[in-house]
T-cell receptor, first 116, second 115 residues
Framework: AQSVAQPEDQVNVAEGNPLTVKCTYSVSGNPYLFWYVQYPNRGLQFLLKYITGDNLVKGSYGFEAEFNKSQTSFHLKKPSALVSDSALYFCAVRDRADTGRRALTFGSGTRLQVQP | GAVVSQHPSRVICKSGTSVKIECRSLDFQATTMFWYRQFPKKSLMLMATSNEGSKATYEQGVEKDKFLINHASLTLSTLTVTSAHPEDSSFYIC???????????FGAGTRLSVL
């Protein structure tokens, strides 16, 4: 079985400061990892993914995430937060070995609040 | 990024009626689409995997006769909530699996309110 943990319900950061949204995962094989962002009453927008290769992945809107296999983590980061980054962020995983199941397993979400 | 259109964005219906939600991939063909349900301040719960030309695969605890899924073409999947009841009120979101890159692209969601 695969699972994702986002330990923080909410992260508060001042505009211009760096931000980190934490994510850890559990899969039996190697993971595909994703970050999505959701604005109020909207669907999810794809931010970035890790499939293979370089552990540091760069995505949309200046976000990046680092895959750490030993810590089974995939934390989302941005060097300088914007007020417009305030939204709900979801980490998701798919077990690469489970070719029969292509659905994603999502974390519980972390609300990012960037204060002006 | 790729575009997935979901319609309607909001629907209000009376108890006992059926509601159909459409999910279209606008710029790619999707043999696989997914339907999720999201409760307030909660994560997405996978309801079913929609496979083009074959039966949908439902998650445990999801009533297939209540949530009918049809994936008749490579760009369209529909979810019909039959005989809706107030407890079916929720935010339903679809996604389409892009054939290249393993990325799911999501629709904007449908807010269903059953009176």
């Amino acid at each position: 079985a695969q699972s994702v943990a986002q330990p923080e319900d909410q992260v508060n950061v001042a505009e211009g400061n760096p931000l980190t949204v934490k994510c850890t995962y559990s899969v039996s094989g190697n993971p595909y990892l994703f970050w999505y962002v959701q604005y109020p009453n909207r669907g999810l927008q794809f931010l970035l993914k890790y499939i293979t290769g370089d552990n540091l992945v760069k995505g949309s809107y200046g976000f990046e995430a680092e895959f750490n296999k030993s810590q089974t983590s995939f934390h989302l980061k941005k060097p300088s937060a914007l007020v417009s980054d305030s939204a709900l962020y979801f980490c998701a995983v798919r077990d690469r070995a489970d070719t029969g199941r292509r659905a994603l397993t999502f974390g519980s979400g972390t609300r990012l609040q960037v204060q002006p | 990024g790729a575009v997935v259109s979901q319609h309607p964005s909001r629907v209000i219906c009376k108890s006992g009626t059926s509601v159909k939600i459409e999910c279209r991939s606008l710029d790619f063909q999707a043999t696989t689409m997914f339907w999720y349900r999201q409760f307030p301040k909660k994560s997405l719960m996978l309801m079913a995997t929609s496979n083009e030309g074959s039966k949908a695969t439902y998650e445990q605890g999801v009533e297939k006769d209540k949530f009918l899924i049809n994936h008749a073409s490579l760009t369209l999947s529909t979810l019909t909530v039959t005989s809706a009841h107030p407890e079916d009120s929720s935010f339903y979101i679809c996604s389409a699996l892009h054939p290249q890159g393993s990325i799911q692209y999501f629709g904007a969601g449908t807010r269903l309110s059953v009176l």
